[in-house]
């Protein structure tokens, strides 16, 4: 299958204040929170970004979805810069992720059709595909619900039935499951190897291991920044589990035995 997504050296450092300085117990003064980053994704397959907390996973993803710009390098999604050409990266992805919250004082429906129209979707194939996703989440019966009134997974639900509005090649998620419960977790879980099967390409920031070994097709373990090893889940794992064997590749790459 051919490559649709390629990363090539995206780097990223944030300068970090005093107080910052204080609480990671650090004189540095700027953090280099992605380093010189490389990987490909196939079209059609699921690709899990595996690292701990703060290893540069949703930074890399923030890249990507086109929110923040690189210091330097590039990556190409589906034929466009995610440097010289944002508007078209963004129109050809869906982007999740917990830390971006729907405005509380309006409606899962409401939210969907305005989504939509942003996208210059067709109304009757838009409220075609609200239909289907909204049956499928079990969204119909709070369609009409304040989003401040949903409960969590309804509300992440409803987050990921509007991040799919324009029916995009590429969806990118970080940490798809953070936060809900056994039930909502599998819904959603289920869904992205649908989606899969459709032939979307999904990138997936995950600190699951069994999330990961479920749906990922490939798997790349980024730790402080750096992409440390890339390849497909069962080389990745060589004959262990996934949990075993990345707590060996972080006591290598880290000096640590954990």
């Known amino acids: 299958m051919p490559d649709i997504i390629t ?18 117990k650090s004189r540095e003064k700027v953090i280099h929170a ?3 980053l490389s990987f490909t994704a196939q079209a059609g397959e699921i690709f899990g970004l595996l690292g701990p907390n703060g290893a540069g996973k949703t930074t890399t993803l923030r890249m990507l979805a086109t929110l923040i710009k690189p210091d330097s390098g590039d990556a190409i999604l589906d034929g466009a810069s995610i440097s010289e050409q944002p508007e078209l990266v963004r129109s050809k992805i ?25 996208h210059g979707v067709d109304p ?18 709070f369609a009409e ?5 949903l409960s969590t997974g309804m509300q992440q639900k409803a987050s990921l039935a509007i991040s799919l509005v324009h029916d995009p090649k590429i969806i990118i998620f970080d940490e798809p499951t953070n936060g ?21 390409t999904i990138i997936v920031s995950t600190h699951i291991f069994s999330l990961v070994e479920k749906i990922c097709d490939r798997v790349g373990i980024i730790i402080n920044g750096k992409m440390i090893v890339c390849d497909s889940l069962n080389a990745v794992q060589a004959g262990k589990s996934l ?16």
């Open 180 to 200: 809900l419960d056994v039930i909502t977790a599998k819904v959603v879980t289920d869904y992205l190897l649908e989606l899969r099967a459709q032939g979307k």
């Open 7 to 24: 990363v090539d050296g995206l780097n990223k450092s944030f300068k970090l204040s005093a107080k910052q300085q204080k609480l990671e």
């Open 34 to 36: 992605v380093d010189n």
């Open 145 to 149: 619900v304040k989003i401040a009134d």
């Open 94 to 118: 869906g982007f999740l992720t917990s830390e971006l919250k729907l405005e509380s004082f309006f409606t899962p429906s409401y939210l969907y059709d305005f989504f939509a129209s942003l």
């Open 124 to 141: 009757k194939l838009s409220d075609s595909r609200k239909n289907d996703i909204f049956e499928k989440f079990g969204i119909n019966k």
């Open 243 to 258: 949990e075993d064997r990345f707590f060996d590749i972080y006591a290598e790459t880290v000096g640590a035995v954990v």
